[in-house]
């Protein structure tokens, strides 16, 4: 799906303004320094910040649009968001906390059980379906918090910083399933992150704001 928006926020000292264009299936990597508002411009993008003006169009459908009076909430705009801070549900276990999303969404639980323990065992975490996300390493944390993205993700995924507590061995493992997705998928992928040898191998092309 494609993405065009002209966006500005402004939240304490941040002041954002971004127009962005990009097509449906493109891999676009977001760097730029600390404070530049890159987390905030996908939270806006899944519906988690309103924009103060401007307007938002997910595959020409607008979604948030302050003018008009428009704002589509998160659940509303069929997309995966994959933050920072992880967010899983501490009572629900692993596999529900990746099934969430789809049964949210209408699936049955058969089948959304047997997504989640399919995209599980590609990030190597199919012995940790029944455990509790309390008992997670960082790492393991991240790589569900990812999954979960991914399996209602198909259409658009928002990864912010998705690698960033991995081991350097899991790495390469987490970024394969990344554009194995995306390519299976026809997927539109904006990725948030510092590393620039990650934008190069994830994205089509990367955008710098905050410069």
Do not use: W
């Amino acid at each position: 799906m494609s993405i065009n928006a002209q966006i500005k926020k402004e939240l304490g000292t941040l002041k954002l303004d971004v127009n962005l264009q990009v097509q449906s299936g493109q891999r676009v990597a977001i760097v730029g320094p600390n404070g530049a508002g890159k987390t905030t411009l996908l939270r806006i993008l899944c519906g988690l910040v309103p924009i103060d003006s401007g307007c938002v169009e997910i595959h020409g459908n607008v979604v948030d649009a302050p003018d008009d009076r428009i704002f589509v909430p998160a659940e509303a705009r069929n997309l995966g968001y994959c933050p920072q801070e992880h967010t899983l549900f501490s009572n629900l276990r692993v596999a529900s906390n990746v099934m969430f999303g789809l049964r949210a969404h209408g699936m049955d639980r058969i089948s959304a059980a047997e997504r989640a323990n399919q995209i599980l065992e590609q990030l190597q975490l199919e012995d940790l379906g029944a455990v509790s996300p309390n008992s997670l390493s960082v790492g393991q944390s991240q790589r569900v918090a990812l999954a979960r993205a991914l399996v209602v993700g198909e259409s658009i995924l928002l990864l912010d910083e998705p690698t960033a507590s991995l081991d350097k061995d899991v790495r390469p493992i987490v970024q394969q399933v990344i554009n194995d997705h995306a390519a299976k998928f026809g997927t539109t992928v904006l990725i948030v992150t510092h590393d620039r040898a990650e934008a190069a191998l994830l994205a089509d092309y990367t955008i710098e704001i905050g410069q």
